[in-house]
């Protein structure tokens, strides 16, 4: 069975950066999109970035610019490096995989990893 692994994230001070992984198990991802979700605290799941096989990439414009979506693929990893983090980046971030691309949105999407939880304190 597939296993997303997310590793990274945490506390932040405005301004800062942070680096998240999402690890593949069981699994290559080679041939898949990898796209990161985030969702703050009462509002919905939103997209982040994603990733083709190729590799394209494709940002949500409020991260454009300060977030790099990248993959590496003899480590069966995608990352998500986000710099000048602002306090409305604090959300948890999810990683998803599928084949279709472009990867713009959740639905449909059956493969995700746990999540994992980023705060930028201002």
């Known amino acids: 069975q597939v296993q997303l692994v997310q590793s990274g994230g945490g506390l932040v001070q405005a301004g800062g950066s942070l680096r998240l992984s999402c690890a593949a198990s069981a699994h290559t991802f080679s041939s898949d999109a990898v796209a990161w979700f985030r969702q703050a605290p009462g509002k919905a799941r939103e997209f982040v970035a994603s990733i083709s096989w190729t590799p394209s990439t494709y940002y949500a414009d409020s991260v454009k610019g300060r977030f790099t979506i990248s993959r590496d693929n003899a480590k069966n990893t995608v990352y998500l490096q986000m710099n000048s983090l602002k306090p409305e980046d604090t959300a948890v971030y999810y990683c998803?995989?599928?084949?279709?691309?472009?990867?713009?949105?959740?639905?449909?999407?059956?493969?995700w990893g746990q999540g994992t939880l980023v705060t930028v304190s201002s």
């Open positions: 998803a995989a599928d084949r279709i691309w472009p990867l713009l949105g959740d639905r449909g999407l059956e493969v």
